[in-house]
């Protein structure tokens, strides 16, 4: 989307992220547009069953963080225009889902949206 942005076939009116993104600083997040507390974003997370020994999920943890963290990943990850988040931990991952779990079931459950 960013290149039709560029190209001025396609006007972009704001990000969703809580902050502009270093590949579109041009672009002000929803916040600075004026709807305030919009913030939604994509998150891409690794998880392991449910009972998986701390000792595997530390290596895992360490293993992906030492990937993502490599200059070239990073440079990938923008060229697809994907900000990268860097490191993280476990906590951290399960603390995210919480929260986005609490965020998008009460926006459901305020729209009475039901599957069918």
């Known amino acids: 989307m960013y290149p039709l942005h560029q190209q001025k076939k396609l006007r972009v009116l704001a990000i ?3 902050k502009r993104v270093p590949y579109a600083p041009d672009i002000p997040t ?11 974003t994509s998150t891409l997370v ?3 069953p449910a009972g998986t020994p701390d000792s595997v ?6 293993a992906v963080n030492q990937a993502t963290s490599q200059a070239a990943y990073q ?20 603390e995210l ?7 998008w079931s009460s ?10």
């Open 16 to 18: 969703t992220s809580a």
């Open 30 to 40: 929803m916040g600075e547009s004026g709807v305030k507390d919009l913030v939604a």
């Open 46 to 48: 690794m998880l392991a």
């Open 57 to 62: 999920v530390t290596a895992l943890s360490s």
């Open 75 to 94: 440079q990938e990850m923008r060229n697809g225009y994907v900000e990268p988040v860097g490191t993280s931990t476990p906590s951290r991952t399960s």
């Open 97 to 103: 889902l919480a929260h986005e779990t609490e965020l």
């Open 107 to 116: 926006l459901v459950k305020a729209a009475k949206l039901k599957l069918d």
